[in-house]
């Protein structure tokens, strides 16, 4: 671990909410009756019939979307005590065909949360990014990053209604549990170190 440890934040799902503006889009296409709370997968377009998948996809890396999505209430504070226990970086997947979305991304982490964009990290294959703490809502980059820097206690699975019936091997819950996760395992090293020094 660095001496400053560097904690990995995904967007979409952690910090921003992308979901309830993605089913708003898809109960105007076709899924009237879709609901945040009723997903139990990632990608939204297949909750729709095949004609109207594109017109979503349309939608939603469209200009202004990722711009206009909201903050979850607990991402502010969680950010500022992240900040407290290491350097803070987003990790967030580009959308494919969306023209401005990484601007409109940079712009929303700024003016929400402060990052600037030499902490804002654009990338799809997010286990090439090193860290000492990474946490997403999408399993399959948590056992990603897990497996290529051998750190399954250190990737967080951040609980979403489309995850909640997975099991995993790594530790889980929301961004707040995060937050005291990475707090416990720092004080816990401190103390481990103090130890071996003794």
Not at 17 to 22: G, K, L, P, R, Y
Not at 92 to 107: H, I, K, L
Not at 164 to 177: E, F, I, K, M
Request: charged letters at 25%.
């Amino acid at each position: 671990m660095t001496s400053t440890p560097v904690i990995l934040l995904d967007v979409d799902g952690v910090l921003a909410d992308f979901a309830t503006a993605a089913v708003a889009v898809a109960r105007g296409l076709g899924a009237p009756d879709l609901s945040v709370e009723a997903l139990d997968r990632y990608d939204i377009s297949t909750y729709l019939r095949v004609p109207a998948r594109e017109r979503y996809r349309e939608r939603i890396r469209a200009r202004g979307f990722c711009a206009a999505l909201r903050a979850y209430p607990a991402a502010i504070s969680a950010v500022l005590e992240l900040r407290e226990l290491g350097d803070v970086v987003a990790v967030t997947s580009p959308m494919p065909g969306g023209m401005t979305w990484a601007y409109e991304r940079e712009v929303w982490l700024r003016d929400h949360l402060s990052f600037d964009r030499d902490h804002v990290i654009s990338i799809s294959a997010k286990h090439h990014v090193a860290g000492d703490f990474f946490a997403d809502d999408t399993l399959e980059h948590v056992r990603g990053w897990s497996k290529r820097w051998s750190a399954p206690y250190r990737a967080f699975l951040i609980d979403a209604p489309y995850n909640t019936a997975l099991r995993v091997q790594h530790p889980r819950g929301s961004l707040r549990d995060f937050v005291t996760y990475v707090r416990g395992y720092l004080a816990t090293a401190r103390d481990h170190s103090r130890d071996g020094a003794a």
